[in-house]
């Protein structure tokens, strides 16, 4: 099994930009497909963002395409998401998983395709 540690998260007013980082440990990480979730208070955790096993494939939920990108470095065991144009409502805590099933599928993205998550990272947007 693998273990993932988010970090990057912290107070930045809006308009502003963050990298969040996911570092993955106990298995090589090209062996999964991976991918980004948010949870904001009260509501229920929501897909960003996911990345297919060698990284050529990307896929983000509406809201944060064109602002959000996701990449993965397999050598180093690391996934990020660049946050850039950040807004009010992006605040929330940040979620890395990863999905060890096998198949030919490049990209996951819903919460029960992922089996391995971090205790994520919270990113606050002040407005």
């Known amino acids: 099994q693998v273990q993932l540690v988010e970090s990057g998260g912290r107070l930045v007013q809006a308009g502003g930009s963050l990298r969040l980082s996911c570092a993955a440990s106990g298995r090589t990480l090209s062996l999964y497909r991976m991918g980004w979730f948010r949870q904001a208070p009260g509501t229920e955790r929501e897909f960003v963002a996911a990345i297919s096993r060698r990284g050529r494939s990307t896929y983000y939920t509406d809201s944060v395409k064109g602002r959000f990108t996701i990449s993965r470095d397999n050598a180093e065991n690391m996934v990020f998401l660049q946050m850039n144009s950040l807004k009010p409502e992006d605040t929330a805590v940040y979620y890395c998983?990863?999905?060890?099933?096998?198949?030919?599928?490049?990209?996951?993205?819903?919460?029960?395709?992922?089996?391995?998550w971090g205790q994520g990272t919270q990113v606050t947007v002040s407005s």
């Open positions: 998983a990863a999905d060890s099933s096998m198949g030919s599928r490049l990209i996951s993205v819903t919460l029960r395709e992922y089996d391995y």
